[in-house]
């Protein structure tokens, strides 16, 4: 099949684009829509790149500290909710700490192009604390002490959504994370999708991404299990609570069998 | 159904978790929109419970499983909160739009129970543990939105399913949000809903509220800070008949409200076990 401008892509291909990347971020938000197929490739062939940015950190994040694939992670919750942590993340990994607001005001000045964004410094307490190299400073109108959280521009983002077209049109269905704002942060997006349509707005349907920020498309049905990709598939706990109980070395071989299988 | 369930809701008096949920729905009735957290089950039925005792008039939820707003009356789910989320929708919003927008406008309209890893006598909130590359286990400081929570919520709602000195301590080793600091002096307000008893933190000091059924006053002492005053309280009032039923039989039924207290082997077990209901549960 054959794009129409180009931007149909291999998982290999697309997932080719972070190798080396200074950050590569993830979409999704809980079990819900995380790239895993993408995130399993890279385990799986040894690919590496320096910073892993989520939202919430789960089985995606898990996995990839695991396989050794990311120097350190970027986010504000690490851990697979109620089935507890993976051994990732009970193994440990380099984190640098965000709140929920800094790592929204990170992403905004990456897209704003701001050198920064306050964060009035009563909200920042603690993370000052765990990141010294958040500046201080004073703002010129209030005198209010306030936190300078620079830029996170993203090399590369992956999202996983339900349907999108060749153009790079998607549509989300179930939570809606903070994917456009990762796509509009980064340098390039990669939509992998459950459904590859002809016209994404059929039904009277609006598409979430649109495709001026997206650089590559890739067809993977199944491409968040066994998280969830609503409304094709709900998160399969009996997968993750396997996966949790996995040794860490097992990780890459667990993440091939399951390729093998998304293949099949 | 086994006949564990059966037992549950027949007129079998509360156990801990019926107690803490009724005990903690008490505390959202008033709120103007509950969040309720990722995986929190306990805070999750606490709050369908509140909403179903204001026939839907109360408190609309925030749900993070698919960041709804919603004010339809359902049943609590874990494994399938997603879609769970999604009954009866006003909105579905990006993560941008709520933290950065909403929550800042929910200034002392909103609640949420939290449980932190650790709370000391002063309300300080120390939360989530990670390990470092060496092994070593370091906090979370910015957890899942409790530095911006600590601002807005009032009271800021705290529970724990399991009291004892490790998780109630005299002075928490990382202080993740400070919720009497976040306030002016005396504006401040902790209120926190254990196995054991009720608790609130305010700029004065700290007390027990009331202890449930069946928990002596030694043992409350013993598992309690000593700079928290837990002399003379009353007994906390159960939950009465029709809202157990209403618990066990519409907002419960699939005892969500148990995963909290499961630990190690027999807490995979429980979580297939809700799974597995849950599954067989038609969901629109």
Redesign the interface.
Known sequence: MVASNGKLASLAEAAELARGARRVALGG????RRPLAVAMHWAAHGLRFDELLV??GGIETDLLVAAGVVQRVRG????M????MGPG???????I?????????G??AAVEGASFLPLPA??????A???PDLRALRCPYTDEEQLAIPPVPIDVAYVHAWRADRQGNAVFA?????D??LALAARQTVVTCEELVDDITAGGVEADLTEPLVSRVVHLPGGARPG?C?PGY??D??AL?DYA?LERTAVAGWARARLEGLAR | MNDADTRSTAAAPADVAEMMVCTMSDWLLRAEVIQLG??S?LNQVAALLAQARTNGQGPALED????TLTRAQRPAF???S??AA?IGALR?????EW??QMMPRLAGRVRQFVRPLQIDAQGRINS?R???????L????????L??LA?IAQPFLVYLPQQDQRCFVDTVD?????PLA?HAPGVGHVVMVTDLAVFEFTTVGARALSRHPGVTHELLRERTPAAVAVGGVPVTPGPDAALLHTLRTQIDPHRVRD?EFATGAA??EA??RL?ARETAHALA
């Open positions: 938000w809980s079990f819900s939202l919430t504000f919750y690490l851990g909710e109620a089935l507890g993340l009970k193994g440990g990994c380099e984190v700490e965000e709140t929920e607001t800094s790592l929204m005001l992403l905004n009563r909200h920042g307490v603690a993370l604390q765990v990141r179930g939570h809606k994370a903070a456009r704002l969830g609503l709900e998160a706990w009996p609570l109980a | 990722l995986a089950a993070p499983a698919a960041l874990l494994s399938r997603e879609r999604q579905r919003y990006e993560a941008p933290i950065g989530l990670v390990a470092d590359k060496q092994g070593r370091r906090r979370f400081a910015g957890l899942a939105g530095a911006e601002e990382f202080v993740v949000a400070d976040a995963i807490r995979r979580l297939l799974h």
